[in-house]
């Protein structure tokens, strides 16, 4: 029998009903979000092996803000917004790179250590004496897991630290030594033509596995099951099905993979996913991990964003079990994409009567749970005026 880590029974007599279908095309509540829903929790940058060596860099552009994330000579990982204290260009231009001694602004070449501090404005004689530290790029929240940096756009925050935060799954998390994985194929990115709540809601729940999804259905659906989120995590576990192969990719995949004698035996043909609030996700496999995420780019489209990573004395055998993988994986999320369009679509409808939840998409209504606290006016079910939507929840979160 699968194992499960907390003790999260469902509740009898639980509300079934999800977020308002209004909530996924409201500009005004778009911009609550970005505010008290991403740029104030913790969010996934990268991977340390992302970052090998000083001077190497890693950027991130989401929900309006600009991360870069830099090795310095000390070997230290640093996160700044990548914003010139001159005149706010990028500091640097590419999503992933390396400087030799510095980081130049493409702008007028105001130059910075890799510390962040301000080595020197270009024509320095035309400003007055520029402190190194006050003018330094502006520091981001930052802490590295199990080698995976998040980082967070504003400073605290209504979550405790990544270690507090992950400590229920520190421990299973701990067998695959992710800490010393490297990259796989870097990071990627893609649009989707759909609210970003509608992709986590379709990630929620496995009850759409059998219907939606033959290869997962295949490789593990008669063991799946999902624990809801409890304080900002939830977890999803599978093993594989005694008889799984009917599909070419499953078939290939469960011969071809290896023994993984360096887990334990309960976890040696274990699929892992676990939820990281609100819109982050790490999948554990016996030969790699990965993380994947979204973000708004608008109410109608959603930037999503991930990376694979593979043990660094991959064998071939490990390496064809993760291509394989990955070929699962791609038709899945390609088939998530599509369910995510017809659900989000439907909300425009005069016709749409709300969600009715099943037991087994209990983990839908707790994160709808934890948006509700970060963002009270989810709790109306009609849509306030547009203009009047920030103070009326400002007023709901001082009730709070």
Known sequence: MNPHLRDVA?????????????????????ELEKEYVFRNHWQIAGHVCDVPNPGDYLTMDVIGERALIVRGKDGVVRAFNNMCRHRGSRVVADSQGTCKNALVCPFHGWVYNL????????????????????????????????????????????????????????????HYNVADMVPSWGIWTQKSPVNWKSVRDVDNEGY???????????????TYFDEPFVNGVSRSFATYNPHAGRRWSVREYIKLAPDAS????????????????????LSIMPESVQFYQEFPLSTGETLLRGAIYRYKDETREQAAARYLAYRIDRDTMNEDVQLSVWSNESMLSEAFGGFYLSDLEYGVRTHHDHLRRQVPVLGLETAPEEKDMWALNDALRSRG
């Open 10 to 30: 469902i509740p009898n007599d639980w509300d079934r009903r999800g977020l308002p279908g209004w909530s996924y095309h409201s500009n005004a509540l778009l």
């Open 262 to 281: 360096h887990l334990p035996e309960h976890l040696r043909k274990a699929w892992i996913y676990y939820g990281i609030f609100p819109n982050n996700a």
């Open 115 to 174: 510390d962040g501090t301000l080595r020197g404005a270009a024509r320095p004689r035309s400003f007055p004496d520029l402190d190194k530290t006050e003018f330094g790029l502006m520091p981001l929240d930052l802490e590295i897991w199990m080698g995976f940096i998040f980082i967070r756009f504003r400073k605290g925050g209504p979550q405790p630290s990544v270690a507090e935060l992950l400590k229920p799954i520190e421990a299973e998390m701990a």
């Open 208 to 222: 759409h596995v059998a219907m939606a999804h033959p290869a997962l259905q295949d490789l593990y659906g008669a």
